[in-house]
């Protein structure tokens, strides 16, 4: 009875290894924005990127990293949405599944042009286009520092990739005001079950032999 026992412990604590080797998710690629100077609008380098990301680049046609002052800090902002998009591109050597996007995101709305909301949203672009990842988002005085998660079910294949945010539906018409601003800050892109690296894997398996080893000294 006590070597299953032993066995089973053994057992359970390998399932549990391998269950938090499995389960943490890894950010693949993220901006926060700290490293970007007052006004700065492009090449903004990513805060965080893993191995195998490389050319992770942030920029929006104009205003750039701003002060919005409490509760917001600094974000970074683009003037006229409704033409100008603000984009990031990166570059992956390695395909990716089960993937999350997330960001915060802050706007003003010009009583004459957009009050009291408006839409957009999130593209992507592999070199074939532009495809909605999400769209009929809500910017209004309610979502006003919301942070909104998009999943990618399908994952990404290795290569080079485009993603912006666009505004449409202004009360105004097509295009808004100069008065009305969009912003973004803490966009992450992350892997929600990070697939345990081979040198994880064994580290797990040299612990769960190690505890083999030592309950079979324990009974002998």
């Known amino acids: 009875m006590r070597i299953k026992k032993t066995v089973l412990n053994v057992a359970l604590a390998s399932a549990a290894l391998m269950s938090a080797a499995g389960a943490q998710a890894g950010v693949v690629v993220a901006w926060n924005f700290d490293n970007a100077a007052p006004g700065q609008g492009s090449g ?40 100008n998009a603000p984009s990031l591109s990166f570059t992956l050597a390695n395909s990716l599944n089960d993937l999350t996007l997330s960001f915060t995101h802050y706007h003003n709305h010009n009583y004459s042009s957009t009050r009291p909301s408006y839409k957009y949203a999130v593209q992507i672009n592999s070199g074939s286009g ?8 809500l910017a209004s005085y309610a979502t006003a520092g919301k942070t909104e998660t998009i999943n990618l079910s399908s994952g ?24 009305d601003f969009f912003a973004l800050n803490d966009v992450s892109l992350s ?18 032999a190690g505890m083999a080893v030592a309950c079979r000294r324990k009974q002998g």
């Open 44 to 83: 903004i380098a990513a805060s965080t990127a893993a191995a195998g990301v490389s050319n992770a680049n942030f920029s929006t046609a104009n205003v750039g990293l701003w002060n919005w002052e409490a509760p917001y800090g600094y974000v970074l902002g683009t003037q006229f949405f409704g033409i």
């Open 191 to 208: 892997q929600r079950n990070a697939v345990p690296e081979p040198a994880s894997l064994a580290l797990v398996g040299l612990a769960v």
């Open 156 to 179: 990404l294949a290795a290569g080079t990739y485009a993603m912006r945010w666009v505004g449409y539906g202004f009360g105004g018409g097509a295009r808004d005001t100069n008065s």
């Open 130 to 137: 532009w495809i909605d990842l999400a769209a009929d988002l």
